[in-house]
């Protein structure tokens, strides 16, 4: 049976690979035993591209992916779960 240190080490791996960040941009918030293997919860702060494209300054978000493992350690769930707006960069933002 995988260790919990093992199990940190796939889903850091998994989120570096998929977002393609650097492992130090993670910070693992839960990492809990389920009914089918392991599950997840990791912060990650990203710039929103979506708001930069409409002419907004550089706005981060706080996003919070969950990833599900099971027994074997293979990743069989991976989602955004929730977002938030985080903060502006060091400019300040313009009124509309």
Request: charged fraction near 35%; avoid cysteine.
């Given at each position: 049976?995988?260790?919990?240190?093992?199990?940190?080490?796939?889903?850091v791996?998994?989120?570096?690979?998929?977002?393609?960040?650097?492992?130090?941009?993670?910070?693992?918030?839960?990492?809990?035993?389920?009914?089918?293997?392991?599950?997840?919860?990791?912060?990650?702060?990203?710039?929103?591209?979506?708001?930069?494209?409409?002419?907004y300054?550089?706005?981060?978000?706080?996003?919070?992916?969950?990833?599900?493992?099971?027994?074997?350690?293979?990743?069989?769930?991976?989602?955004?779960?929730?977002?938030?707006?985080?903060?502006?960069?060091?400019e300040?933002?313009?009124?509309?």
């Open positions: 049976m995988p260790g919990i240190h093992e199990v940190q080490e796939k889903v791996e998994f989120l570096v690979t998929e977002l393609g960040k650097e492992r130090e941009e993670f910070r693992l918030i839960k990492l809990s035993r389920s009914e089918e293997g392991w599950e997840g919860r990791v912060e990650v702060t990203e710039q929103n591209k979506y708001l930069q494209k409409l002419g300054p550089v706005i981060f978000d706080r996003n919070i992916y969950s990833i599900q493992l099971d027994e074997g350690l293979a990743v069989v769930g991976f989602a955004l779960s929730a977002s938030r707006e985080r903060s502006y960069a060091t300040e933002r313009e009124e509309i």
